[in-house]
């Protein structure tokens, strides 16, 4: 545990990171370990090739969505505290932990966590998952042997469910609204190491 | 409600003369013959004693009940066990408060006073040896195979920790507290050691799976609590008998010859027994799967193969004194994927069916049973204190048991169980036969206390069942526990839940952590490259991509949907009709994803499409490329073909069937198929004439719906065959995958008959009538549509109200299995057909039942 304390006190920012993201000082350090290794040029930022250089990684099928998701505000480098920021999204979501009302929502809400999911969807940023961008999604992880007339219409019938304005559309209001009865909170989270 | 009043008090008399019959058979065997009429009910035994001595003339009939004695006693008891599971599910008032198994532990009371009353002794009761192999395997065999596997799997950890270590906790505890009482002398004298108190404590140990079940599935839990009471009331099963044996062995030693050796020995003991039945479980779910990649070629009796070899594993485990109950869950568990995929749809069913049927029925038997049995002057003695303070200790150990290793559990766990759930699973700490059975095969000469213990076991187990089940109900009410919600599958949940999944495992490898997303990807990829490949067919492994197979059965439910809704009308022939049904279908079109497509190119509004095009457009687009990859893939379709079926063709089924052992097929002879083509074509062609050649629209109202409803009552295709064209993808597609599948089954003359007439109904038909569409609606047409709505779909309509919900629940990933009762019996004609389709199979389980 001393070095837990020794570790902490050389992130920057550790404690505002902590307060904002939730995560215990064993975690940040655990992370900042991570982050560490994972640049390995010791350039002292993140760049996409570093993720791509993650060997399971390269076998998930959206491995290029998630590692957009965290290049998402089109630099080419990523500190630590963005890395912990987005690393948030997942923990689980506690009831114990005070709301402060003043504060905006916790990183690991309901509604961030599904915004999470809908950026990967939505590449152009323009609020709305479009046809043609659930198909791209949708080709990357179905199996090579479905068609693209199948992919096609699973894509049409997909939009349909949620499209409540007929715009052949998935706002993020709709996205919301039909993963209403899904557990969120459950399956979008991941027990981070102590 | 008044003619299910009827029919409840009609079934009751019959109840009575059942049980009577019973009885009165028992009184003539006790009269001739005394030493066989303690033998019972499943006693297999050879009561085939020679009555006719000498002949003096040849006698035309004669009485010959000791040949039949047995089987006929079984069979009757069958009978009146089943006729008791109907009663209780009739009186739906009684039901909303009671839980079904109290109901039949009730009627057993009932029926054992009968038998008592006739015969002032028992001589029914369920003896350990029938129990343990005619009763529990199939139940436990149908409890692995349902099971939700992924369910099953990521609760493993938390299951195995509240199956081994809270039973062993529940053993001990209770052992030892009710050892201490006595030491204190709560319980007066008896002959009784601590070793029996050990032995008495791990034999109440056990959740009964089948008490569990009976009771957790009325009430609708969330997913997590199910499982984890589910999953721990069977593991615990086996390892109470397997907790059991140790300690019978350790009292058959006698109490000074333990050592630490002896106890060490029990131990590892355990530990080989519980893992070694998993693992003959293991190699007889790999034996299984591997079959059946090659029973096609005998698909009748393909279905048979999963009981035969799923009961060898369980008397094999037996043979071998492992855990015959682990060894049958875990071979359930593990063949069912492989099983489905490689098996032909139909029998795919057949053994879902049969399954049921089965394991339902023993059930209901088990619990009949229990309550026969405690009609009995023998077994009862009475110890206040022995029986009160084991209730006591069994609850409050229950209790205690589970809010501490659910308070370990809940450290490493992502989402802690909640005190609530706790309370429940607490409280669903049910014991039931497996506990009975077990205290009735207790050896009286080491035992002597051994009616004691049967008369405290059934006391606890009538406590729990019907006491806690009754109050259940109210208690998960009440304290608002999560329940699961009836959710309609969407497919967008499915797809984002597939996301979730590459989400989950691309942040932990980014986050550097070794975790569950983690094991099971690499299971997955496992199973995927080398398990896939050993025990699939080739052309199962193909096309298994999950989300399009959802994609599938939402399609197909939607078609359903649509011709069940389309059929409340009256008769899909609506859809030939111009402006009144337009905005009918433009409501249809918000739940039925897909056909917006069709519908797009086939515009209704004008109606001027040739129906051939429409066919020729629309069929390939997407239903039939989904059909020719995916027929094997889907186990469910099969149930919405049959559905399907059953509302379309069934005057020509109920009437035409040809018996064969190997083929079960509908016979139609070519004959009939013209005849009754031609006689539509000209009806229709008829119609359409007196139509165009401008006959008064006044007379045609006379006359037309005399015509209407006689063709279409002649044939169920003639209505079949109107409404394909506008629609006619599905309708199209269900026929041709049907005829497909006999095909497949064994190239049935029928089939291939079927499907001649099809291409020619497609062909030739359409241009006789389709220009009729061209003419303004006629006015009688809403009435004939009127009067069709009566006549064709009658049979139909019977099943109407149930039919949607049914699929409904058939879709979703199934969690509660035994939640199918109801389906079962609103889609009986299915559970009928598919026991008629194996008729070797059951008549020969039924021989070896009892």
């Known amino acids: 545990m001393g070095s837990t304390n020794s570790t902490l006190s050389k992130i920057p920012n550790a404690g505002d990171l902590m307060q904002e993201t939730g995560f215990s000082p064993a975690h940040i350090v655990r992370l900042y370990d991570r982050y560490k290794a994972l640049d390995k040029d010791k350039k002292g930022h993140l760049c996409p090739q570093d993720f791509g250089a993650i060997k399971e990684l390269a076998m998930n099928p959206i491995s290029d969505r998630i590692i957009g998701a965290f290049f998402s505000s089109g630099q080419e480098v990523l500190d630590f505290p963005s890395f912990v920021r987005i690393l948030a999204h997942f923990r689980p979501v506690d009831k114990n932990r005070p709301k402060d009302p003043n504060s905006p929502e916790h990183i690991n809400s309901r509604s961030n966590k599904l915004k999470f999911i809908f950026q990967l969807y939505d590449q152009d940023k323009d609020g709305k998952i479009s046809r043609q961008e659930l198909l791209q999604v949708l080709r990357t992880m179905l199996e090579k042997q479905v068609t693209e007339e199948q992919l096609e219409s699973i894509a049409d019938r997909t939009i349909q469910e949620a499209d409540l304005d007929r715009d052949d559309a998935i706002s993020f209001d709709e996205f919301r609204k039909s993963m209403e009865k899904v557990n969120i909170e459950h399956k979008m989270s991941i027990r981070f190491l102590r | ?850």
């Open chain 2, 1 to 850: 409600m008044a003619p299910y009043s009827q029919l409840s008090f009609l079934l009751t008399v019959l109840l009575i003369f059942g049980a009577l019959c019973v009885t009165s058979k028992v009184q003539i065997q006790s009269s001739s013959e005394r030493q066989s009429a303690s033998s019972n009910t499943g006693s297999t035994g050879e009561s085939t004693s020679n009555s006719s001595a000498s002949i003096t003339t040849v006698p035309i009939v004669t009485w010959k009940w000791h040949h039949v004695e047995t089987p006929y006693l079984v069979a009757l008891w069958i009978l009146v066990c089943w006729l008791c599971k109907l009663m209780a599910q009739l009186n739906s008032k009684l039901k909303s408060f009671f839980p079904e198994s109290a109901l039949l532990i009730i009627s057993g009371f009932i029926l054992g006073g009968i038998v008592w009353g006739a015969d002032k002794a028992q001589t029914f009761k369920l003896v350990p040896r029938n129990f343990f192999y005619f009763l529990l395997p199939q139940i436990i065999l149908d409890t692995g195979y349902f099971m939700p596997n992924k369910l099953f799997f990521s609760n493993l950890g938390a299951i195995l920790v509240h199956a081994v270590i809270g039973t062993c906790w529940n053993a001990a505890a209770v052992g030892i507290s009710l050892w201490g009482c006595y030491l204190g002398g709560a319980m007066g004298n008896l002959q009784i050691g601590l070793l029996q108190f050990l032995l008495f404590g791990s034999l109440l140990a056990a959740v009964d799976p089948v008490a569990v079940i009976a009771v957790f599935e009325e009430v609708h839990v969330n997913e997590v609590l199910f499982i984890w009471v589910f999953g721990e009331s069977l593991l615990n099963d086996g390892v109470t008998v397997v907790l059991y044996n140790v300690f019978d062995a350790f009292v058959s030693l006698g109490g000074e010859k333990i050592n630490a050796g002896e106890i060490i020995k029990g131990i590892v003991s355990f530990f080989v027994v519980a893992f070694g039945g998993s693992l003959i479980g293991v190699v007889f779910a790999i034996l299984i799967s591997l079959l059946t990649k090659y029973t096609g070629k005998v698909q009748i009796i393909e279905a048979g193969f999963i009981f035969v070899l799923g009961y060898l594993s369980y008397l094999t485990a037996e043979m071998l004194s492992l855990s015959a109950i682990l060894s049958v869950t875990f071979c359930g568990v593990c063949c069912q994927k492989y099983v489905n995929a490689n098996m032909d749809e139909k029998s795919v069913t057949a053994v879902r069916y049969a399954m049921k049927v089965f394991a339902n029925g023993s059930e209901t038997m088990i619990f009949v049973f229990l309550g026969v049995t405690a009609i009995d002057t023998d077994i009862w003695v009475w110890n206040t204190g022995f029986i009160l303070l084991t209730l006591l200790f069994v609850l409050v150990y229950r209790f205690m048991g589970v809010f501490f290793l659910t308070w370990i559990l809940n450290r490493y766990r992502l989402v802690p169980i909640e005190l609530i759930d706790q309370i429940v699973m607490s409280f669903g700490g049910l014991r039931g036969a497996v506990a009975y059975g077990l205290a009735a095969s207790l050896d009286e000469t080491r035992i002597k206390e051994k009616n004691l213990m049967i008369t405290t076991t059934l006391i606890v187990v009538y406590f729990t069942v019907i006491l806690q089940g009754l109050t259940m109900k109210p208690l998960v009410k009440w304290l608002k526990v999560k329940r699961v919600s009836p959710t309609e599958l969407k497919l967008i949940e499915k797809v984002n839940n597939r996301a979730f999944e590459h989400i989950l495992a691309a942040m932990e490898d980014i986050s550097g952590r070794i975790g569950d997303n983690w094991w099971t990807r690499g299971w997955k990829r496992f199973e995927d490259t080398y398990i896939t490949w050993f025990l699939m067919k080739p052309e199962a492994r193909k096309n298994r991509d999950y989300l399009f197979s959802i994609f599938h059965k939402l399609n197909l439910e939607d078609a359903i949907n649509y011709v069940t809704e389309a059929e409340k009308r009256g008769s899909l022939a609506f859809l030939n009709q111009t402006d009144g049904t337009i905005v009918n279908f433009e409501k249809k079109l918000r739940f039925s994803g897909v056909m917006p497509d069709i519908m797009s190119e086939l515009d209704f509004g004008n109606n001027n499409v040739q129906p051939t095009s429409v066919i020729q457009d629309t069929v390939p687009s997407v239903s039939l490329n989904i059909h020719e990859h995916e027929m094997k893939r889907m186990n469910e379709d099969f149930n919405a073909h049959h559905l399907l079926q059953q509302h379309l063709y069934r005057s020509r089924k109920n009437h035409r069937h040809k018996y064969s052992r190997s083929n079960f097929s509908i016979n139609q002879s070519e004959d009939e198929v013209q005849e009754i083509f031609q006689r539509t074509m000209r009806s229709r062609l008829e119609s359409f004439k007196s139509a165009k050649m401008g006959v008064t629209p006044a007379k045609k109202i006379t006359k037309h719906p005399k015509k209407d409803p006689n063709h279409k009552m002649s044939n169920g295709k003639t209505t079949d065959k109107s409404k394909k064209h506008p629609y006619g993808d599905e309708d199209f597609e269900f026929s041709e995958a049907d005829s497909a599948y006999s095909g497949d089954g064994g190239a049935t003359g029928g089939s291939s008959q079927r499907r001649g007439t099809y291409t020619m109904g497609a062909g030739v038909e359409n241009p006789a009538f389709m220009p009729e569409m061209d003419t303004p609606p006629p006015p009688w047409v809403t009435e004939a549509e009127a009067d069709t709505s009566v006549a064709p779909s009658q049979g139909a309509q019977r099943y109407l109200p149930w039919s949607p919900r049914n699929l409904h629940r058939l879709a979703p990933l199934r969690i509660s299995d035994r939640s199918t009762d109801s389906f079962l019996m609103a889609d009986a004609p299915a559970t009928e057909e598919s026991s008629e389709e194996s008729p070797q199979q059951p008549s020969q389980r039924d021989g070896t039942h009892m």
